[in-house]
């Protein structure tokens, strides 16, 4: 039987594994010492569990468990990269390079670092929503101390070419920051192999707890270090203070060990149910997928269903399916998805675009449900939308003089 | 974000959606907004040139679920009323009845502009000067 609702919103949080739960009940109530009490059993015991854990969570990208600092999530991680190298390094240069699809978390953290006086670039993105390797190429500068690009976008999930990124920055004497928040846990993704400087994700995106979250920082070759941003008792080798939340890290680790172990199945599994889902909804006329399906996560898809605006679509199915909009309708700007615009396409496109993450408890019966919703919903609206029938009439909707508002 | 009852109500079962032949003399159509707004209206009137009655409404609307009911609403209340009469329809009535929040009011605004446009279509198309109204306040 199936139960609704429908979860399909993995990309903002994942539920977590109940697996994971079990690995952290103890560290709330019997095991709740301070890792950094050094002197009484209690102390020893988190320190401990906080040692395995950080080893899983290297383990999963293949670094070494030093160079994991535990934060409190991804928004964090990405604030201590930026601003820690932006302050670490300020006498080698201030310039940073970074894309326009990013996070808000690296993009308004880079407006931070602008305002302290950092010089910024921001980089368009193709069609397919990746970063030019040229254009990167080109905006390097003797002055360029980083280059901070995602590994896979939130929204539509292409993956950039990390490994020829991090090549570029490398040539240039830069450091590569990636924000892998989307990226860690679901595809492989190796310090070593992609040439990763400083890595950011966060353990509620891998069926882990919210509050809890990592920023690797590279140890040799380079020898990486960042200004603390939080100052205070010196944990986390000087460059995050604050007590480090055991439970979270514990779960943190077995979320890592889980995605470790199951990722290949998982993602067998998983890009299966996307597919379907997304072959069967481009039946559908007038009906897109945004960004580049190469280079993607195995769990996510963007389409835009044309001459249906976003939230109006999400309102016929949103009491039992979770999905979201790249509309903004709620916003007081009524901005559609930056994201979105950044590849080219129309704020008509960006506002009638769903974006669908599958995860680890997708089932095929929900998939099943979810086509069929979306599928006789956008029928139905497109049946009361005025575009859809001018298109249907021939009428070039690029030459109506639409009333300015 | 929750949509008052009424609003579900109109979204899930629209009146008067569709359209009118608007090479009729007597019908009024007006088209307002923009998709890259995520927002476009088009409401239809019928109006008996006798009696200067609307017997008829319609609407199709591209936007969100406050977007269709505003203009679901829009053409119950242009029903029977005369054109004079539906000049007075407000953008607030609307607010009121549907229980719009904040951010949602430029739907209602937008269905009043629908409304005033079709009436000058309707006018335009009757020899009538068209009228002035003043400019949209939101948006």
Known sequence: MLKLPVYLDNNATTPMDTRVLEAMMPYFTEHFGNAASRNHPFGWQAEEAVDYAREQVARLIGADPKEIIFTSGATEADNLALKGVYEMYASRGNHIITANTEHKAVLDTCKHIEKLGGEVTYLDVKENGLIDLKELEAAMKPTTILVAIMYANNEIGVIQPVKEISAIAKKHGALFFTDATQAVGKVPVDVQKDGIDLAAFTAHKMYGP????????????????????????????????????????????????????????????????????????????????NGSTEHRLPHVSNISFKYVEGEGLLMGFNKNIAVSSGSACTSASLEPSYVLKALGLGDDLAHSSLRF????????????????????????LREMSPLWEMWKDGVDLESVEWAAH | MAYSDKVIDHYQHPKN??????????????????????????LQIEVDDASGMITDAKFKTFGCGSAIASSSLATEWLK???????????????????????????????????????????????????????ESVVH
Do not use: W
């Not at chain 1, 993450?357 to 919703?373: A, K, P, S, W």
């Open chain 2, 80 to 134: 029977g009323k005369t054109v004079d009469q539906a000049l007075t329809i407000d953008n607030m009535d609307i607010v009121e009845e549907l229980s719009l929040p904040p951010v949602k009011i430029h739907c209602s605004v937008l269905a009043e502009d629908a409304i005033k446009s079709a009436i000058n279509d309707y006018r335009e198309k009757n020899g009538l000067e068209k009228l002035a109204f003043e």
């Open chain 1, 357 to 380: 993450g599958l995860g680890r408890f997708t089932t095929e019966e929900q998939i099943d449900y979810v086509i069929e919703h979306v599928r006789s919903t956008v029928l139905r």
């Open chain 1, 210 to 289: 919210k509050g809890v979250g990592a920023l690797y920082v590279r140890r040799k070759n380079p020898r990486v270090k960042v200004t603390a941003q939080i100052d205070g008792g010196g944990h986390e080798r000087a460059m995050r203070s604050g007590t480090l939340n055991v439970p979270g890290i514990v779960g943190f680790g077995k979320a890592c060990e889980l995605c470790q172990l199951e990722m290949t199945e998982e993602t067998e599994r998983i890009s299966t149910l996307r597919d379907k889902l997304e072959t069967d909804l481009l039946q559908l006329e007038e009906a897109y997928v």
């Open chain 2, 17 to 42: 959606v569709g359209t009118l032949d608007k090479s009729k003399k007597n019908v009024g159509t007006g088209l307002v907004g923009a998709p890259e707004c995520g927002d476009v209206m088009r």
